[in-house]
């Protein structure tokens, strides 16, 4: 230990929900932490990802909403789109945000130190202050949580028409033209909000289908609205190139010889663990092949007390699957015999629309894995709260375990798309993770009228006996 050094319970390098949530959580059960930010606290997910992300789609959705007023009987004309306004209302969101991460820091009293931050032997912290001077930090424990960057691929660097979701959410104005390079849940959060918003969207996708890892009766409720709203969609293509043009366009080149005139590319390819500034010389923890930081599943690395969560290892990127595994590691530094985190059954939210919310297995994916299941899907059509808000596309599906006797058992996956699926998945994400089965389940009541409805009719489908079905 260097004798100058500061010292702590823990020091969390990295800013992000994985960080943040492992200090003021840290905090709150009695541990003095420092955290170390080397830009805005928050990380993607508040600065470049998940927040201002949805705060586009909300844009779109109002859109969406004011086009279609008049079937409410509410004449409130064309809509047009001040896409400067949006950027505003987003940055207004993010800065709200981020300053009350600032602001429970204080309160908390965990020391946020504005600097990269590198680990050495013995969990001693260096960290190069914004300011240009060095101070040295040391904790019991140490937490690495320095999160991900965009993917590249070649041929593809950013800068003018070419963006990855960093440049997207600075845009004031909305491309006429869009090219979608990757038909992830990313890639289809951003083909969403551009085309609802008028642009023409195209999404380019290397894989035979779009959303992969998704149950195929819910992708195929999105590729149709998708097609619907004309949407381009082409799959098993790979993009070799683009050749700029001179009104800041440029060509891209994919497939075979086919090529696509655009105003904006997304190049949305995935996210690469970002160890690039961690030091870790001198360390035991280890970084594989593709740049994740390798952890059990206590989220330990092989260095004694230094622990690695979110983006930064090899699981789910997602911001609660970081708040997750930041809680797991509080819990083990204290001593409190934590259960690891269930990773095939975290929740998963796609806020395009319609909107994707899953737990669990799909139905292929419960049957490859040896499951003797039974599902049951019903469609939000004959949903009364969705025909009265106007959005009857989509469906709630469950698989459950077949039992011996044929009845279906336990639930092993829940999945959605529709109208705020993604505020509609707690339900089926309890009855996956408490390993409840149907006829436990089939025995809640949900509130009438309301989308949760569609869950609770899909379960008592699935007990053999329905009345709205
Ligand atoms: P990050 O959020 O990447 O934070 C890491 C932080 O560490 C950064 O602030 C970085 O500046 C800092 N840092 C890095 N190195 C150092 C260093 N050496 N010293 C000091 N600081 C350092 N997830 C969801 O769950 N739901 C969504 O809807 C969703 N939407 C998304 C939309 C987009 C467009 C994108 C890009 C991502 C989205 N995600 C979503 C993913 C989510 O943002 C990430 O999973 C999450 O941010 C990961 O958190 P993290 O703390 O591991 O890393």
């Known amino acids: 230990m260097i004798p100058t050094a500061e010292q702590f ?26 955290m170390i930010e080397k830009d805005a606290l928050g990380g993607t997910c508040l600065n470049r990802g998940c927040i201002p992300a949805k705060a586009f789609l909300e844009t779109a959705s109002v859109y969406r909403h004011v086009a279609s007023a008049a079937e409410f009987g509410i004449e409130a004309g064309s809509p047009s789109v001040n896409f400067a306004k949006t950027q505003e209302r987003k940055q207004a969101i993010v800065s709200g945000l981020v300053n009350g991460i600032a602001a429970m820091c204080k309160g908390r009293k965990v020391d946020v130190f504005n600097g990269t931050g590198s680990l050495g032997p013995d969990h001693t912290v260096t960290v190069s202050m914004k300011d240009g001077s060095t101070t040295e930090l040391s904790g019991d424990a140490v937490m690495l949580a320095s999160g991900s960057v965009p993917r590249l691929i070649p041929n593809f660097e950013r800068g003018g028409p070419i963006m990855t979701s960093d440049e997207v959410l600075d845009l004031d104005v909305v491309p006429d033209r869009v090219v979608v390079i990757g038909g992830g849940a990313i890639g289809c959060e951003f083909a969403s909000t551009f085309s ?16 992969p890892g998704l149950d195929d009766d819910v992708a195929n409720v999105v590729v149709r609205s998708f097609k619907k709203r004309k949407i381009g969609i082409s799959t ?42 961690l030091g870790l010389e001198g360390t035991g923890v280890k970084v594989d092949d593709r740049g994740f930081v390798e952890v059990d599943e206590y989220c330990r690395t092989g260095e004694d007390g230094v622990y690695a969560v979110g983006d930064l290892i090899d699981t ?15 819990k083990h530094i204290l001593g409190e015999g934590p259960m690891p985190v269930m990773y095939d059954k975290v929740p998963w939210a796609i806020y395009c629309h319609p909107e994707v919310a899953f737990a669990g297995l799909a139905e292929q994916q419960a049957r490859d894995a040896g499951h003797d299941v039974v599902a049951a899907s019903h469609p939000f059509k004959f949903n009364s709260r969705a025909q009265i808000v106007g959005e009857p596309d989509g469906l709630c599906k469950i698989i459950a375990e077949k039992n011996a006797d044929g009845t279906a058992g336990k639930i092993l ?7 705020w699926a993604t505020e509609q998945l707690s339900g089926g994400y309890l009855a996956v993770n408490w390993e409840a089965t149907v006829a436990e389940v089939a025995e809640f009541i949900q509130p009438h009228p309301s989308l949760t409805e569609l869950f609770g009719e899909t379960v008592l489908t699935l007990t053999g006996r329905n009345f709205n079905g």
């Not at 990127?317 to 595994?325: M, P, S």
Request: with cysteine; charged share 15%.
């Open 9 to 34: 319970d823990l020091v969390v390098i990295g800013g992000g929900p994985g960080g943040y949530c492992a200090a003021l959580y840290g905090a709150s059960a009695g541990l003095k932490v420092a």
């Open 196 to 211: 609802d918003l008028g642009a023409k969207v195209t999404i380019l996708e290397g894989l035979p289908k779009i959303l």
């Open 236 to 277: 098993g293509v790979m993009v070799t190139g683009h050749t700029p043009n001179d009104s800041g366009g440029t060509t891209v080149h994919f497939g075979d010889d086919e090529h696509l005139d655009t105003d904006a590319v997304i190049v949305s390819v995935g996210r690469r663990p970002f160890a690039d500034e």
């Open 316 to 330: 789910p990127q997602l911001a609660h699957v970081g708040y997750a595994e930041a809680i797991l590691v509080i």
């Open 413 to 419: 996956g829940v999945h959605m798309v529709g109208p």
